[in-house]
């Protein structure tokens, strides 16, 4: 039995990341309907419109998750919230999980910790943590600045804990999944394909930046500072990247990015599988086509397996 099928309700073990002011009802309620499971934001720190979408998608009946970002939360208003509302699956980040767990599970709620570190997972599993997204280097958004690929994160970090994972971090079609699961995996997480499918509310320069970035298209920037990220490269980054440091106020205007397409004018958090996303598709489709490649592959390996044979 798959424990992230069971602990959420999904149809299918595909995750959509939580992104501030983009993962919201839009999106996840596509992901949700599409058999994934759409996870709602709450990083945007706007409290009201967060708990509307939440709200929304609670009134849809399809599984779903909210996104707790620790460091973000001004105040525990949203902690109360989505204890009180019937939020059924959290997953928390950026921060120590250690005071949400007891809270969320007292009001029923499966919690898992998002983790780029053996360390962090092992705190974490200590602490009772349901189970844990595991974030490699090769994803979009805020980053650990020691950069682990999922590749050997996922392998380290099933050594040491038994929780299920979530992979999350160069993964956004049916092979990824196959290599996630074959690292003990139990679902995987994905963040720039849905920014770029059709459902997702981003400007569509934002998506078409996507589709004709190669893998050499992103930058992880300020390293030596917080927070460290990976974003696509642009002019304003490259002059980043070259200074070694990021300005406090560099996301001050990132709804004109999102919403107004102006990729120059602050970080456009994506990962390195933009050398991989060549169309914009809808939820749906991405969903149908990672589980109909996830188990074309699954079907090949097992033949290898069945036949002791490399192939
Ligand atoms: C635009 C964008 C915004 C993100 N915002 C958040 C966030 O608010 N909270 C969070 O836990 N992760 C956030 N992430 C990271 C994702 O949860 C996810 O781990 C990552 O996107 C996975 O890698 P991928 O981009 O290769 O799919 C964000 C990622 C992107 C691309």
Known sequence: ??????????KYP?????MGWIA??????????????????????ETEACKTEIMKMIELGLPFGVNLPIMFLRDDAMLKFVC?????FVTTSAGSPAKFVAPLKDAGITVYHAVPTVDAAVKCAEAGIDGLVVEGAEGGGFKNPEEVSTLVL?????????VPIIAAGGICDGRGMAAAF????????????????????????????IVDAKETGTYVLNKKSTPCIRALKSQHMDAIYEEGRMPADVFKSIKDVYFGGDMEAAPALAGQTSGLIHDIRSAKEIVDGMVAEFFSIASRMGGLGAAHNFG
């Open 154 to 162: 996922l392998q380290a970090i099933r050594d040491r804990v038994d």
């Open 1 to 10: 039995m798959n424990r992230v099928l069971a602990h959420t309700g999904a």
């Open 84 to 88: 009180t509302s019937g939020v059924k």
């Open 182 to 209: 074959a690292l003990g995996a139990e679902a995987v997480q994905m963040g720039t394909r849905f920014v770029s499918s059709a459902e997702s509310p981003v400007h569509r320069n934002y998506k078409q930046k």
């Open 24 to 45: 919201r009802f839009e999106l996840a309620s596509a992901v949700s309907k599409a058999g994934g499971l759409g996870i709602i934001e709450t990083s945007s720190g």
């Open 14 to 18: 595909i995750v959509q990341a939580p």
